[in-house]
């Protein structure tokens, strides 16, 4: 049974909305990974079909080995240019928000977007989803905002648009939200959507060659110099961090999207269940959070870091300098969190 059944009020609202609008515009999180430009580009492929007026807007730059999804050269990418554009959701009649639980996730087009009177619905699978649009759909038990799509298009009237490009971007998005269906993937469900996916011969193995061989020369070496020189190990404490300066992004040439993933690096070694990485950015320190099991690194994010996501990927920010961040995490590990961490089975 699809899990949307659950949301048949909404789902009514939304698929009537859809139909009765001309000039829809996606919208997904800033720093936007492979689920959020997935689930944007799936969704968009199928309504362009329609004949209606469709975008996809970007709240910022997205990685370099997404570019090959279909759509994604049609994608308004919001830059230094475009920032300031206060016309940029103007028209709209329907903001459809996909891979994202709070407005604030739109970054720097917040005040557009909370101006725009455009009927605003949503399609999410992070926890505590705030009350930010008309109508949504948001459900945990979706390992991806493209599982959800995939679903979403199934049981309204856009299912007569599914077609390779369509599907090729939901696979992209449930890919990269599961680590290759490593983790967030325990739901039967997944995997009835996945063999629906598979039915319209998408190329599998080209699509995650074009995903994870993707990378250069230098962002290879800087993984081998961050795993060997900026690692910290703690052991007793299952806990493990990396740390980034600014002159090592400089020296190994980092491109945007380079340091993706390496916060779980640490997770293979045995024993590991808490990993993080702090990066040192221009005006702040990027952190990231990753845990395996029960440790809940959403609410670790939320109360210690700016931030938020899921119970075992999250993402935040410091404004302290690299090395207080590092030793706050590190005093968080040995303190208020020792107890946990220590007898955490897993
Ligand atoms: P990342 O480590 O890639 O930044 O984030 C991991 C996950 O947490 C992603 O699903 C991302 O959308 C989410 N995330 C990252 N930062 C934040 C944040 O500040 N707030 C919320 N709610 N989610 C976040
Ligand atoms: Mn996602």
């Given at each position: 049974m699809p899990i949307i059944s659950a949301f048949e009020k909404e789902l009514a609202i939304f698929s009537d909305k859809l139909k009765m609008s001309e000039n829809i515009v996606i919208i997904h999180h800033y720093n936007p990974d492979g689920d959020a430009i997935g689930s944007s580009l799936g969704l968009y492929n199928a309504i362009k079909q329609t004949g209606k007026k469709v975008s996809v807007i970007s709240p910022s730059q997205f990685p370099d080995n997404l570019r090959w999804l279909p759509g994604a050269k049609d994608m308004k990418v919001v830059g230094k240019k475009t920032q300031?554009?206060?016309?940029?959701?103007?028209?709209?009649?329907m903001i459809i928000c996909v891979d994202?639980?709070?407005?604030?996730?739109?970054?720097?087009i917040q005040p557009q977007f909370d101006k725009s009177t455009a009927f605003k619905a949503l399609l999410d699978h992070h926890p505590?989803?705030?009350?930010?649009?008309?109508v949504a759909i948001a459900d945990?038990?979706?390992?991806s905002a493209c599982e959800l799509v995939y679903e979403f298009i199934e049981n309204t009237f856009l299912n007569q648009y599914f077609n390779t490009d369509v599907v090729t971007c939901l696979y992209t998005g449930i890919l990269t939200d599961t680590g290759s269906f490593e983790y967030n993937s325990s739901n039967p469900n997944l995997f009835r959507v996945v063999g629906k996916i598979m039915e319209y011969g998408i190329e599998k193995n080209k699509i995650y060659n074009r995903l994870f061989n993707a990378w250069s020369e230098d962002r290879i070496r800087f993984m081998g110099f961050v795993t060997c020189s900026r690692m910290v190990v703690m052991p007793e404490y299952k806990t493990a961090y990396i740390y980034i300066t600014a002159e090592d992004r400089r020296k190994y040439k980092e491109k945007f999207?380079?340091?993706?993933?390496?916060?779980?690096?640490?997770?293979?070694?045995?024993?590991?269940v808490f990993t993080a990485i702090f990066i040192e950015r221009d005006n702040f320190i990027k952190a990231s959070f990753r845990s395996k099991g029960t440790f809940d690194v959403n609410s670790f994010s939320a109360k210690h870091f700016n931030g938020g996501g899921h119970v075992n990927a999250s993402g935040g920010e410091s404004y302290d300098k690299l090395d207080s961040t590092c030793k706050k995490f590190e005093e968080l590990v040995c303190g208020e969190y020792a107890e946990e961490l220590k007898n955490y089975i897993y």
């Open positions: 300031s554009d206060i016309t940029i959701l103007d028209g709209a009649d994202m639980n709070a407005r604030k996730r739109v970054g720097v505590f989803v705030e009350t930010f649009t008309n945990t038990s979706y390992s999207g380079d340091t993706e993933n390496f916060v779980n690096i640490p997770m293979q070694i045995k024993g590991i």
